[in-house]
């Protein structure tokens, strides 16, 4: 457990005015409140993998992005991942998704759904409001609805995660010796390593901003399957002159040679590992489903919530695939990857119409009346 764990009061004013020229401004304000008064850069500084960090208050008048039954309509389709959690004395039982049928226990009972940001645009608002970490670490938003006593238990994540209170209240012990409880808008970061146990006294719910972490032999797996699609080294084992095996269950040094010198000759450069993970953190999870639209032209263009776009430099993937776009759009391409929306007529005179269209019959976009 770290040593220091921060408890703040967010006690920075609400802008009253929402001005085009004080918007940057009005976004610090936002962030300095949503961080207990930190700016991102001394939270990343500070906390961000070093120390927990409390917050009360972080989303002033924060209301539920949605509500039991809207919850539990999720947690009944196939391409959303759930589970229920249910305490009995010391033990806790565990049941996923999807339900046919969902009824919620009076105590001790507790649905989570994960990637509901992916389904409902307030949750994805949620998420992108921690934007401050790039877009290639920033995984989902699981939902949590549970009635008094309800909990996953104590637990250690291997990753980051945010977690904001909506309506009702829950107990949260963190690691030896720290007791807070959390009511609507307050906000809890934990580093990855910190034991936690959340509690709920009442109905309640919990949004949980959670960050992608991939592990090192996640990676390797997926890099070298990525290899394979672009051919690697071939060659047919021969033995001409095989002699009479004296020990029939010794594999032959020969073999293992000519495996040597076949593996020895895969290759790959820096520009492959960028390009391997560009696709690879941009790649929509395997249940993720896009629905088709048609092409419209004026209005603001915005990524659907499901969209992944990233960049590194003038290279780009979007939902898994590189892209080859001119010279001339990078910097637009670029400001759409890091808003997330941009002026559909702007994107068309960068030299995107084309690529746009396309989008929109795929599903990874979508124009709105400006």
């Not at 220091?4 to 009005?26: Q, Y």
């Not at 977690?163 to 990855?192: E, F, K, M």
């Not at 969209?307 to 670029?334: C, E, I, K, T, W």
Request: aromatic share 8%; hydrophobic share 40%.
């Amino acid at each position: 457990m770290p040593k220091v764990f921060s408890i703040c009061n967010s006690r920075a004013p609400a802008p009253r005015e929402l001005g085009v020229a004080r918007s940057l401004h009005i976004i610090a304000r936002v962030q300095l409140r949503l961080l207990g008064g930190l700016t991102p850069r001394d939270f990343l500084r500070r906390h961000w993998q070093k120390r927990p960090l409390y917050v009360r208050g972080a989303l002033p008048e924060f209301q539920d992005l949605l509500d039991a039954a809207d919850l539990t309509a999720l947690a009944r389709r196939d391409d959303v991942e759930s589970r229920i959690v249910v305490r009995r004395g010391r033990q806790r039982e565990t049941r996923h998704g999807p339900f046919a049928r969902l009824r919620a226990r009076p105590r001790d009972w507790t649905l989570l759904v994960s990637g509901v940001n992916l389904h409902h645009a307030d949750a994805d608002a949620l998420l992108r409001r921690f934007s401050f970490v790039p877009q290639a670490r920033l995984d989902d938003v699981m939902v949590s609805y549970a009635t008094p006593g309800g909990g996953v238990g104590p637990h250690v994540d291997s990753y980051d995660v945010f977690l904001i209170q909506g309506s009702g209240r829950r107990r949260w012990r963190i690691g030896a010796g720290t007791t807070i409880v959390a009511s609507a808008g307050d906000l809890l970061y934990l580093p990855p390593g910190v034991r936690h146990d959340g509690v709920a006294l009442e109905p309640c719910f919990t949004y949980s901003v959670g960050f992608r972490a991939p592990r090192g032999a996640e990676l390797a797996a997926a890099f070298l399957d990525w290899l394979h699609e672009r051919g690697l080294p071939d060659a047919r084992y021969r033995d001409p002159g095989l002699a009479p095996a004296r020990r029939a269950g010794r594999i032959p040094g020969e073999m293992v040679a000519f495996a040597a010198r076949v593996l020895g000759r895969i290759r790959w450069t820096r520009a492959d590992v960028a390009s391997f993970l560009g696709e690879y953190l941009s790649m929509p999870k395997p249940q993720v489903v896009f629905d088709a639209g048609r092409p419209r032209r004026a209005g603001t263009l915005r990524l659907d919530e499901k969209s992944q776009l990233l960049y590194r430099g003038a290279h780009f993937y979007l939902n898994g695939d590189r892209l080859a776009v001119p010279r001339r759009s990078v910097a637009a391409l670029q400001r759409f990857a890091d808003l997330r929306e941009a002026s559909s007529s702007a994107l068309a005179r960068a030299g995107l119409g084309r690529l746009i269209s396309e989008w929109q019959r795929r599903g990874y976009v979508r124009v709105e009346a400006s």
